[in-house]
Each structure stands twice: as structure tokens, then as C-alpha cells.
């Protein structure tokens, strides 16, 4: 019963583009994200959680990665990767990324905060997640996917996303000493897995 009341809320609150706007700004300020490691320098990855308002509806920005990538093949994904040398943080390697797989400008990406770090590969390697609204004057926005990397992007509507018929549920993990959700997310054609899965439950989460 409250799963079936957060979801109706949310449906509410995403008839108002504005308003939804406003609460996911307003909660991912306010966040305290919480680390994953006490040591910065181990943590070497970092992706970018898209909010994409696009004909009155609100999405989410994921990708759909190719057959020649070095590992997870053929997931959905973030847009992100790895932290290079001349990247000054975390959120720098994020938005880097982001623009180099999918196009997207970061002088279009209004960065809301930092949400909680993550894991991928078993626990061993750390990813940082940043959220960030695309600038809506700039939508329908010019993709440019990075051909090497990116197969295809989706943006996924939220309302579909927060939907619990889409949503498989298993057993939480235990990794790092810390219980995770263990979901997968169903749209048409897509699954939606592993640590992209977490990371969208914690956002979705946090905002509705």
C-alpha cells in the first residue's frame, strides 16, 4: 500500500514538469551523499545521472553500451568512465564523459549535487554519481553518440522508471558490508541491471 501511494504522489508531482523540477532540486542540494571509501583516490570512475525534460515529460538520460567496449558489454549505463589524470575531480571525469559518449555539452548540464557513491565488478571497483538537469531550453537535445562506446540512448521517463509492473525485484546483496537492492528495470527492448540499477533506485529514491 505505500509503494502504491509514493507511486500515485509521484504521478501527481510529474504532471507538473515544473514542480518535479523544483522537488529534484531542491532534494539533491540537500543531499549528504554518503561515501563508499574514506579514500577519494580509490574511487575511479564517476558517471552522470541526466534529468532531461523533453515534451512536458521528465526522463532520465541512460545508455545502451556496444559489443566494443572492454567490459560489460551491451548494458545500460550512465554516461561516464573512467577518471583520467587531467580531470581536476570526480565531477569533472563525470561531465568529460559524458560529452565525449553522448555529446552532451556541460555548459547545458546544471549540476545538482553529488549523489551516493556506488560499486561495480563485485565490490571492486568505486564509482561516484553526480546528478545534474540538462538545460530544458536545449531539449530536444543533439545527441551525439560516441560510436565506439554508445549502441544507443535512451531517455526513460521517469514515470515509466518509478512504475513497479517494470520493476523485477530479487534478494538485497550484501557487499562492503552494507545491504543493496538488487532490481532490474523492464522497458521495451532494455534491462536495466546491476550497479545502473542501483544507482537509479537510490535517485529515484531521493527525489520521490
Known sequence: MATTSKTSDATRLLADPDAAIARI???????????????????THAVLVPFYLVRDELHIV???????????????AFPGGRRE??????LA?????????????????E???RLDDFWTRG???FVAGFAGLIEPAASPYPWRPQ??????????????LLDPRHIEVAAPREVLGRM???????????RTFGATARTLRHALDLVF
Open 25 to 43: 532540486r531542491t532534494r539533491i542540494r540537500a543531499h549528504e551523499y554518503r561515501p563508499i571509501t574514506t579514500d577519494e583516490a580509490a574511487i
Open 62 to 76: 541512460l545508455t545502451k553500451r556496444t559489443d566494443f567496449v572492454s567490459m560489460q558489454q551491451g548494458h545500460i
Open 85 to 90: 589524470p587531467d580531470d581536476p575531480d570526480l
Open 93 to 109: 571525469a563525470a561531465l568529460r564523459e559524458s560529452h565525449e559518449e553522448i555529446g552532451l555539452e556541460p555548459r547545458h548540464v
Open 111 to 113: 549540476v545538482l549535487g
Open 123 to 125: 565490490g571492486k571497483m
Open 147 to 160: 560510436a565506439r562506446e554508445v549502441a544507443e540512448i535512451l531517455e526513460m521517463p521517469v514515470r515509466h
Open 180 to 190: 543493496w537492492p538488487d532490481e532490474t528495470f523492464v522497458s521495451p527492448g532494455h
